[in-house]
């Protein structure tokens, strides 16, 4: 099996393709997936009812899918695809770990139409760190 193939950059130098692609297609699928749950809090926010365990669940999902993104890019620094400032790129990996867990835990022990603000909150927050990551990767 070959490897990452390599491609010319605009300034005639060569990068490679392949793990790094990948952080962008992961990055983009949690936005969508932090879209859908914080358009389905905010539906709760307006309809004055608080977070379900099937928003929790759906909380889950979007995790697993940042528990993978995480692996990737340790995966693309660990072999040096990409030269990218290691502190702050886990700075934000870690901090959009975190949110979601601590929002369901609130959430949980939240039982009023706030719950669903948390949870919106926080979707939002993991959607915007999705982007300053896509950032700081050198795709934006």
Known sequence: MAGPSRVATPDGGRRRVGCAAVTVVLSLLVALLCAALAGWALW?????????LRQ????AVVEGALVVQAVVLAIVQATGDHGVDGVLLWGYVVTQLVV??????WAFAERTRWSSVVLLVATFTV???QLRLLQIWGTL
């Open 44 to 52: 709760f926010v307006v309809a004055d009812r608080a977070v379900v």
């Open 56 to 59: 929790l669940w759906g909380g």
């Open 100 to 105: 979601l867990p601590i929002a369901a835990a």
């Open 127 to 129: 959607a915007f760190l």
